[in-house]
């Protein structure tokens, strides 16, 4: 087991542990928002027909050369073809063809023109205006080429994705699958939200904080509930939920109180400790794990702390796993909009809100930094990265900051 590892060696450990979620095939209405785990050729031309994009009259445009509003020229027209339906007859000279946005241009027509820009009668159509060639002219394959590369393994599928796959008569695709994220809390003091608080008791924030931020990670978070800090009950409910899931977040009882028993915990389990601590603050206690292949990552009770491993460390495990690269944090420079008095003789991590003015970014640090602190992650959108011996920050200063929103497609 290694110990007081820094962030990047405890993100490479983790990566080179454990192999990424497997693939299945589903149907593209269960694909939005998938990761694609095939490259897609197109199978066909889109659109897979010269088509009209007007209302109006397919014909030569040589047949319109002295056309004009004062002198119109005459058409004879020959059949009329709508959307759905394929026309049967050659435009010949002086021959046009009623034609309906979207139906198939007949051979022989080279243009289109607007129905707006004629009139018919008995049988013949009057253009009023001179066309070129193509004019009005939507040509097979115009928008997506037969053998075109469209969409990338890798790629997430946004509506315009799915609605490309069923442009092409595509019922399925391969993705990655979502990784069930089993998230099991640990401690005698917390109360379920629906009981009435004892003195000495809290309410389970980490359940929710954490299992509602693996939802916005596009994992499947699944809320085991809480455990009291007790080396037996917890070993089963840990073999019965890995069992079922692929990943399995436990939260408290880390660091080295007595009942800080998860490290037991893990042994007793059978699981094999990857490393205990990292060299960040807050966020130091967080124990790696693994249990028959499957990832245990199990982060400190406090809120704060716990959002910060979540971030910083399963988040970037979860990037890999998952196949979900835009979960990668990017690091970014931005100035400071207001002043921290503390040195950090270690790594330290602050919370804040970055906000554009310009082209330059402002990060407004938050006023609460303690790792027990849970109010100020709500409005907090980056984490700033503070080196270990870094002075005082002043305002005007310029810091490394992690941006947490996450884009999905
Ligand atoms: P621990 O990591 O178990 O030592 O807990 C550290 C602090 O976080 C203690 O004040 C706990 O009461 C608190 N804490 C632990 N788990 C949770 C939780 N699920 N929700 C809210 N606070 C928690
Ligand atoms: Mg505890």
Redo the contacts with the bound molecule.
Sequence with gaps: MKTKISLEEAQTMLKSCFKPTGTERVSIFNAHQRVLAQDILAPIDQPPFDRSPVDGYAMKASDSTEAGKEHPVKLQLIEEVCAGQFPEKEVAEKTACRIMTGAPIPRGADCVIRQEETSENNGYVEIHMQLLAGENYCYQGEDIKKGEHILKKDDILNYAGIGILASMGITEVLVYKIPKVAVL???D??TPIDEKLQPGK??????FTIGMRLKEFGMEPVIVG?VADHIEESCLIIKEELAKADILIT?????V?K??LVKEIMKEVGADILFWKVNMKPGT?VLASSWKGKPILSL????A??SISLELLVRDFLAYYAHRHDLELEKSEAILENSFAKESKRRRILRGRVVKRGKDEFIELVDKHSP?V?SSLYRCNCLVDVPAGTPALDKGQSVTVYKLQTTGS
């Design positions: 809390s640990t401690g003091e917390l809290i309410y389970n924030s980490n359940l809480n939260i408290g009882g880390v660091s109180g009942k800080d206690p400190s009770g406090n809120p702390a716990a027990g849970l």
